[in-house]
């Protein structure tokens, strides 16, 4: 499934910048079923990550509706944790301009510049996403049953 593309990846002094672009059915991780769940299943150092958001919620809950490339950010910079034993105090943010660009497009900017570890890191992380994509959310039957019933 191609839901998410890599467009650019920028290496500049102090950071990456990696431009990525989400088809608009994706936008979101709402309608993933049991991302957060599958995705902390897989790497749950995630759960450690400081996560700035407008609800100051643990990331956790911010993966259950976030943009599908912020959850990119949050994969990215643990697998770089787990392979580079020499990435500390890594970070990074998500960003984007839809006035300016088109809807989808993504900047995923990290505090972090080795490639030897980055470009694989990168690779894995969208399989981690891919395989982690359940596109639909489990039916709720419990009140067309409840309906039945009565």
Known sequence: MEFLNII???YLKKRTDIT??????YLTTHNFRDFSETIL??????KLHHCKNNLNIPVEEELKNTETAHALEHILIE???QADPN???????TAWNWHRQPTGT????LRYT?????EPALEESLNILN?????????DVAPAFSLLNN
Not at 41 to 46: D, V, Y
Not at 131 to 139: D, H, K, T
């Open 114 to 118: 080795n490639r030897d570890f980055l």
């Open 106 to 109: 993504y900047l995923v900017s």
């Open 79 to 81: 697998v770089i944790f």
């Open 20 to 25: 990525v672009f989400v088809d608009k059915k």
């Open 131 to 139: 395989n982690s994509i359940q596109e639909y959310p489990a039916l």
């Open 8 to 10: 650019n990846v920028k």
């Open 87 to 93: 990435a500390e105090r890594l970070a990074g943010v």
């Open 41 to 46: 299943a897989r790497l749950p150092g995630i």
